[in-house]
């Protein structure tokens, strides 16, 4: 389900989008590959210091859809690969997976977990 590329993603210098549903339509946040993690059981886990209007689109809808991509990295076709991630996501403040996170990053309020549905690499 998980594609082979994206644990090396996750390892190198690149950005990452997250886009959810609101009221109004659209919204789209960026976050580091880097800041991603795994957890044992296979959420993608992404750190918040904000990402308040993601917060609200997610508590309204959890529906996220998540690219992850790097030049770094060998595509399907040469340099640079990518991920397609679509997924369920949740904010959580407790708990050993916002825990592990805070251990990496003392400025969050929040750590996203994702539940994967799908998860492609692009090229």
């Not at 594609?3 to 210098?13: A, F, G, I, Q, S």
């Not at 689109?57 to 030049?71: K, L, Q, W, Y």
């Not at 679509?86 to 251990?103: H, R, V, W």
């Not at 990496?104 to 549905?117: D, G, K």
Request: hydrophobic share 45%; proline share 6%; with cysteine.
């Amino acid at each position: 389900m998980i594609p082979e590329v994206l644990p090396e993603l996750m390892r190198k210098d690149g950005v990452v989008a997250i886009a959810t549903l609101g009221e109004d339509g659209p919204h789209v946040v960026n976050t580091w590959n880097a800041y991603l993690a795994m957890s044992e059981d296979g959420k993608l886990l992404i750190p918040a210091g904000y990402m308040h209007k993601t917060e609200a689109n997610v508590a309204r809808n959890p529906n996220v859809v998540i690219t992850v991509a790097s030049s770094k990295v060998k595509g399907l076709y040469g340099p640079g690969a990518g991920c397609l991630i679509k997924g369920k996501a949740e904010f959580i403040t407790s708990g050993p997976e916002f825990d592990l996170m805070k251990k990496r990053f003392e400025w969050l309020r929040a750590t996203v977990a994702v539940t994967i549905e799908s998860a492609t690499q692009t090229w």
